[in-house]
């Protein structure tokens, strides 16, 4: 069977990270008796040089053939200007919106070897392996009104913060859905005590936790589960929050693993479900890193496990997904470190050199 899988390298680092997971994909198929057809498609910055637009309808058009989608990163300071018609970051919601993904998947697993890479006490990370679950299409940054306006007391500007019955429920099971093949506990993160829309999340969660009795739930204020991540993070399973808590969160997460450079994400269309096939973006979570781009020090472990990702949700591969994520962990144990997780007297591996260890240990 062939898999169609469209490549957005994006901006900065974005092609050459995405190259690394095109790399170890390539093998996985050679290997296993997969036939993946790779097509790349411009987004982001060098859309708008090449087409004035950030995500072209080419890029559409070859999304929508696609069984899933891996992509880098968008943006940097060339495209920064806040006059602009167009930015890189709007292609990639236009691109999520095309695609219908609602639910953003972050895992946060920490290497036994690379404790010392967090800036946290290594007797605080033993064990950490969670996974955030972001909703991606409401809250404050879709909701309207949302506009800044002159007044003859000043400027002001409004953002609505809204969500639907339907929009919580699906993100809820989402996560409730992964918790059944993990640990069996939710971590439901609001701000019910200021927020109606919190309330109403609140409410929902109580009900879906009745679908899946094997499940705990728990509730938690998304200012206590900062504070939490970072004071006793592995008693986090599965947490799921609204779009801008999960912004926020999923960033301060990725500080538990040491580097942004080694965390991977989904973006799915569906739930996920056992022997069912999901549509779906996959993405490292770090940004474009125009300051390194073209140096060959970029971290590609990210990429490479959005690959894992993809293969895993998207294509139906569990044992291939598997064999990617134990030659990461492998290459890790072997000492195989980027500028960003190298710690003294450890050797320095290029973004090249990082993948073609991996792709050998698949």
Excluded at 71 to 98: F, H, I, S
Excluded at 109 to 131: C, H, M, N, R, T
Excluded at 177 to 201: I, M, P, Y
């Amino acid at each position: 069977m062939e898999y169609r899988i469209a490549v957005l390298g994006g901006d900065g680092i974005g092609p050459e990270v995405t190259a690394e997971a095109v790399r170890v994909l390539k093998v996985v198929g050679a290997k296993r008796g997969h036939s993946f057809r790779f097509t790349e498609g411009p987004i982001g910055g060098n859309a708008i040089d090449r087409f004035g637009t950030a995500l072209p309808e080419e890029t559409v058009r070859l999304v929508k053939q696609s069984d899933a989608v891996l992509l880098g990163a968008v943006g940097g300071p060339k495209w920064d200007d806040p006059r602009a018609a167009t930015r890189p970051e709007a292609g990639l919601l236009a691109l999520r919106k095309t695609m219908g993904v609602f639910a953003n998947l972050r895992p946060v697993k920490v290497f036994p070897q690379l404790l010392g890479a967090s800036p946290l006490k290594p007797s605080l990370l033993e064990g950490v392996d969670i996974v955030v679950v972001r909703e991606l299409t409401g809250g404050l940054y879709f909701s309207k009104p949302k506009r800044r306006w002159q007044t003859a007391r000043g400027r002001r500007g409004v953002d609505t913060l809204k969500y639907t019955e339907r929009e919580i429920r699906r993100i809820l099971q989402v996560a409730f859905a992964l918790a059944q093949g993990r640990r069996k506990k939710v971590t439901s993160v609001d701000k019910a005590n200021v927020l109606e829309t919190s309330r109403l999340w609140r409410e929902l969660a109580n009900e879906v936790a009745g679908e899946y009795p094997d499940v705990t739930l728990e509730h938690m204020l998304v200012d206590t589960a900062a504070m939490q991540l970072v004071r006793s993070p592995a008693r986090f399973d599965v947490l799921v929050t609204e779009n801008m808590f999960g912004d926020i969160l999923t960033d301060e997460a990725a500080v538990l693993a040491g580097s942004m450079g080694l965390l991977p994400s989904a973006s799915l269309a569906a739930v996920p479900r056992p022997g069912k096939r999901a549509k779906g973006l996959y993405e490292p979570i770090h940004g474009s890193a125009p300051d390194i781009a073209g140096k060959g020090i970029a971290n590609p472990i990210a990429a490479i496990l959005s690959a894992a990702l993809l293969l895993r949700y998207s294509l139906g591969l569990e044992e291939e997904a598997s064999l990617v994520e134990r030659a990461v962990a492998t290459a890790i144990a072997d000492g195989c470190r980027t500028p960003d997780i190298v710690q003294a007297r450890e050797r320095t591996s290029s973004t090249r050199e990082v993948g073609e260890l991996i792709a050998h240990l698949v």
